[in-house]
């Protein structure tokens, strides 16, 4: 089967078209940087989260806990994190058209991209983060942003967390939820996004477990990428020099995923130090070190962070699971996606309407379990399997004018298109035994 590879393009389009995913405000002229999921979106996001989740809390010798923090934050909170200071991106303005860049995406020694002239202003550094103002007052006190990394809130309620639970450093404090960065240039879908989810995990532990602790987790990430079947050769680790170190961090490594504009961030692994901790312990007053009984002396405890955007790994799903085969039958899309991640799992397709029935009772039974399955009667079987391929579900059951005679149903596998013949009452034990419903990462 010849394959052709993905673009942005073409994934944008598939994703409007299926309802994966939609331009935020569509209808009023649509949001830059902004985007809505649609219903296989929807499905798609929450497995990739629960795979995340899943990959964390399969350790069964770490302790990890989950909180979900507030979006808002309060200025002293940034202040004291750095990011009041130091989160901006370098921007430059084209003074013939008003274009707007980061700096650092373009060649300043080029001409605009927009309207082709060559009058660059000063680069100036643009803050990312959105400010606004709680309630009526406009007292400095009122004044709160939305967050830009998920890992303030982790830091901020450290100690409510230890205090509340059971747990001994070394544990983690895992998070997946909205931030927020006002991009100079959102761009590439849904690689740079002004809205976007994250899913983070502060490790916290020594000083002197902490690079033992990185070691682990760079490993640990990118086993995660490969877990969910995303090709080898395109994912690697870089570790940064440097000149390219946050301000917060001494050690960060990148897993990187080769996309077809070059290899670039999925997944941020940097080791913190105890930057945060200190930092918050200085500004808020509140002491969040922690009591060592055997050394009989307080630490602040070093941290170790993998950081990963939800919609950038969707992206990179997509990418990597897409292709466009020619078949027996004529040019297919296809997107190999991992069954876990597959939004629907199985399609229970009759090959006419009146073959209903039998497939229909079949259905409602897994769909009773919870399960997302879906049942489709109309339009040809080609073109079902065909819209059923498109949006990655990884096999389908059809019953036909055989089925009625031996109570049989043929599976059909989305990868390989092959087909076999299965009891319509055996579904419900195929699939407990098929990796769809069971495919665990571990
Ligand atoms: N707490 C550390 C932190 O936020 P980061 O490298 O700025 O580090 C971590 O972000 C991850 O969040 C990135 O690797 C990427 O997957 C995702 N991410 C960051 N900015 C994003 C944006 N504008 N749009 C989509 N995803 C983004």
Redesign the pocket.
């Known amino acids: 089967m010849a394959q052709t590879a993905a673009t942005l393009e073409k994934l944008v389009a598939l994703c409007k078209r299926r309802g994966f995913v939609f331009q935020a405000a569509d209808i009023y002229g649509g949001l830059n940087g902004v985007y809505d999921s649609g219903p296989l979106g929807t499905l798609m996001k929450e497995n990739i989260k629960s795979a995340w989740k899943q990959s964390l809390l399969r350790h069964l010798d770490k302790d990890i806990l989950f909180i979900d923090g507030a979006l808002l934050g309060t200025e002293s909170m940034w202040k004291a994190s750095g990011h009041l200071e130091n989160f901006h991106d370098p921007l430059v303005e084209c003074k013939a058209c008003n274009a707007r860049f980061r700096a650092d995406d373009i060649d300043l020694n080029g001409n605009c991209s927009r309207c082709g002239k060559k009058d660059w202003s000063e680069v100036r550094e643009f803050h990312l983060m959105f400010k606004t103002q709680l309630g009526a007052s406009v007292e400095q006190s009122s004044t709160a942003y939305l967050r830009?990394?998920?890992?303030q809130s982790i830091f901020v309620n450290f100690k409510n967390v230890l205090s509340s639970n059971r747990v001994k450093i070394p544990f983690g404090i895992a998070q997946i939820g909205k931030?927020f960065?006002n991009?100079v240039t959102?761009k590439q879908f849904?690689?740079?996004?002004?809205e976007?989810e994250?899913m983070?995990i502060e490790w916290f532990c020594t000083e002197e477990e902490a690079l033992s602790a990185f070691a682990f987790w760079r490993e640990e990430r990118k086993n995660f990428y490969t877990a969910l079947g995303v090709t080898n050769e395109k994912v690697h680790l870089r570790d940064h020099t440097q000149e390219e170190l946050?301000h917060y961090s001494s050690a960060t490594c990148?897993v990187e995923y080769e996309f077809p504009f070059g290899f670039k961030?999925?997944?941020?692994i940097?080791y913190r130090g105890n930057y945060d901790l200190t930092q918050h312990s200085t500004c808020s007053g509140k002491d969040l070190s922690v009591f060592d009984e055997k050394k009989a002396a307080s630490f602040m405890p070093h941290v170790v962070?993998c950081?990963?955007?939800v919609?950038?790994?969707f992206l990179t799903l997509l990418f990597d699971a897409y292709a466009e085969e020619e078949t027996e039958s004529g040019p297919r899309v296809v997107l190999k996606l991992h069954p876990t991640i597959a939004p629907i799992k199985a399609a229970f397709l009759p090959l006419v309407d009146k073959l209903s029935e039998p497939l229909l009772q079949a259905y409602r039974k897994l769909r009773a379990c919870g399960h997302s399955v879906q049942f489709d009667s109309s339009g040809s079987i080609g073109k079902r399997y065909r819209r059923h391929d498109e949006i990655g579900t990884p096999f389908c059951f059809t019953y036909d004018y055989d089925s009625e005679k031996d109570n049989t149903v043929t599976v059909r596998y989305r990868d390989s298109m092959k087909q076999e013949r299965i009891a319509i009452d055996a579904i419900e034990s195929f699939i407990k035994n098929t990796s769809p419903f069971l495919d665990k990462l571990c």
């Open positions: 830009p990394e998920t890992a931030s960065r991009e959102p849904l690689f740079r996004m002004r976007f994250q983070e946050s990148d961030e999925l997944e941020g940097a962070e950081s990963v955007g919609d950038r790994l």
